[in-house]
Structures are given as C-alpha cells and as structure tokens.
C-alpha cells in the first residue's frame, strides 16, 4: 500500500463524518427553528396545535435540505 492510498482513506473517511455532522446539524437546527416558531405562535394565539405543525415543517424541511444537498449525485 501507497502513503497516498492511507491520505485518501483518512481524507474519504474525515468527508463522511463532515457531512454526518452536517445532516446532524439540518436535522436539528430544522427542528428547533421552526418548532420554536410554532411554539411561539401557540404562545401568542393562545393554541395548542402550532407547535406540532412547527415540527412537521422543520422535520421536513430538514429532510428536504438534505436530499438536496447529499442525495443527488
């Protein structure tokens, strides 16, 4: 085995934990923005059924993001 396979072997493996991370981080970030931005409109109106809509939209929203940015190679 070459120096240069066991750099590509690190450097490909380092690139699938980056975009690991960065899945991670859409998923959650998705999650809490528009969960939160549900909560604050059940808070305002006075509702209980905004927060559950935030969280569907943010989850996918998140999955969509995902899709477009790793899923389409």
Partial sequence: MSPNSN???LSNSQNEENALW???GYLLSGLLI???IGWGVDQWLGT???LLVGL???AG???Y???LR???D
Wanted: net charge negative; aromatic share 20%.
């Fill in 7 to 9: 750099n590509d072997d």
């Fill in 22 to 24: 960065s899945i991670v």
């Fill in 34 to 36: 528009w969960g939160g």
């Fill in 48 to 50: 209980t059924y905004f």
């Fill in 56 to 58: 569907l939209l943010g």
């Fill in 61 to 63: 929203a998140s999955l």
């Fill in 65 to 67: 993001l995902v899709w």
């Fill in 70 to 72: 790793f899923g389409r």
